[in-house]
């Protein structure tokens, strides 16, 4: 396994739209684990291939809890339902956190990596995660939909 690079803001490739993907061969396989192991590294709660510089609709999400790491390959999201107003960042903005409007349950389909077809029923957390995630398959970054006012840089910790 390997880190990969974060592509970050202002880099072109963050709004381009990701093809789906057609074989879970060993290839995707790899990027899988690099993007876990680089999501894990910069302690992101969601990562999309995107973001490593790879145009294939795939994402990955761990919300540090029991159900581990998640991975989600031609993800789709079937229904929302409500409104949530949350506190976002995003691995390709590093150090800036905005509020915005996401939907407070959805309904996702996505194939796993052992090429299962699957369908989750997510709220709160998880479901902000494959919201912001699917955008970026979209290339929609969530600074572009951010509630006006409220971008805040934090300092980085310092090592
Ligand atoms: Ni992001």
Known sequence: MAIRNLRLEGDEILKKKSREVENIDEKLQILIDDMIETMHK???VGLAAVQVGVLKRVIVIDLYDDKGPIVFI???IIKTKGEQEVEEG???FPNQFAKVIRPEEVI????NREGKRMRVKAKELLAQAICHEVDHLNGEVFMD?????TLE???PEKE
């Open 42 to 44: 910069y302690n992101g």
């Open 74 to 76: 031609n993800p789709v």
């Open 90 to 92: 995003c691995l390709s």
């Open 108 to 111: 996702a389909e996505y194939t």
């Open 145 to 149: 939909k951010i509630i006006p006012g």
């Open 153 to 155: 840089y934090v300092e």
